[in-house]
């Protein structure tokens, strides 16, 4: 009796699994908390990147100096000094990335303005890691500004693609006319080998540029699955932008600001008026991004349609320190989201609520399927074992 009504149960178990699961699953939920500060007392750590033995190494944007946490600890040496300009406020080290084959080479990219006596430029040094020091340095790249006095927009951001090729934002170094000017490597978004060299494959031959009609931007990432490179870039006194990057795109700068519905050149996905000043932003699953601001001293949350255009922002946390925000914002090995500040690094645990992700959706079918079959076999096993035991039963009284 206990072995048919098991299965009675389990069947009824299966009629309900196939009826509920259709097209959704109860996703699993992570409750949000608010950021929290981990790194204490820093000195401008405008960007920062994760080795894979867990160091965090970043820059001091004004000093110079590449530093790096270890064991919740910062070392008291530099990794390195690099001699920067920082006679504007956009000026100095700010940019830093590891290379994919950072374990076996070592390799740690820095990006920087410098004086060269008449003119600012902006210089792509390569150290090697040799333990917690910088070593070998080699330079790899080097733009001047066209605009000697000029201190602003000097770009910098580096990220490394899933094609295995550094990515650079150049500002136009406040010489906006260079920004449309495809023989000049200001205003764009850049494309090179790990060495510097230009890629057989870019867009333009025998050019760096990937995509052109930059202003400045602060940042950029690539979603982990399609490729696809999202860059933020702040707007003069309006239209801060959120772009969607394509190879050879030309996004309007000088002549275009915000949407401007010219099929010459490639809109936005987002704009900001007032100026936000949209920082930093990291990829963290399928369609969503977090991105940081520096005029509203805020973490946003980004979540797009499966069109790439935006379904919403959200706020998720404020400085309260207006004009003095978030830099940089990096999704962690831990899976938990840290971004930086002008003394800091928080962390935040991301909230996973709603549906499961496409491809997690996509295998639920198969997921159900395989429950009710399993869970039938069983049922039947059991209701046959139920009548052999029972005619075994009566065939020894006959």
Known sequence: MLGQRWARHSLVVAVIILACTGSSLIPVVRSGTNPTLIYSGLNFPVSFRFSPDGRVFFNEKNTGNIRIIQDTSLLPAPFATVSVATDGEEQGLLGLELDPNFSSNGFVYAYYTYSGGSTYHGHITRFTAAGNTGSDPVDIFDVADTT???????????????????????????????????????????????????????????????????????????????????????????????NIIVAGGNYGWPICLGKCGNPSYIDPIATFTPVTTPTGIAYVSPRTYYFGEWTGASLEKLALTSSSTVDYIAPVWSLGTPNNGVSDVVLGPDTRLYFSTGTGIYAYDIPLLGQPSQASRSLLPLVASAVIIVTATIAITMILFQRRRRHAMRSNEA
């Open 148 to 242: 000697p006095t000029t201190t602003n927009h000097n770009g910098g951001y580096l990220k490394f693609g899933p094609d295995g090729k550094l990515y650079v934002q150049v500002g136009e170094f406040s010489d906006k006319n260079q920004a449309q000017n495809l023989s000049s490597n200001t205003g764009k978004i850049l494309r090179m080998n790990p060495d510097g060299t230009v890629p057989s494959d870019n867009q333009f031959p025998n050019s760096l540029v990937y995509a052109y009609g930059i202003r400045n931007g602060f940042g950029m990432d690539f979603d982990k699955l399609t490729g696809q490179l999202v860059e933020t870039e702040p707007g003069p006194t309006s239209n801060d932008e959120i």
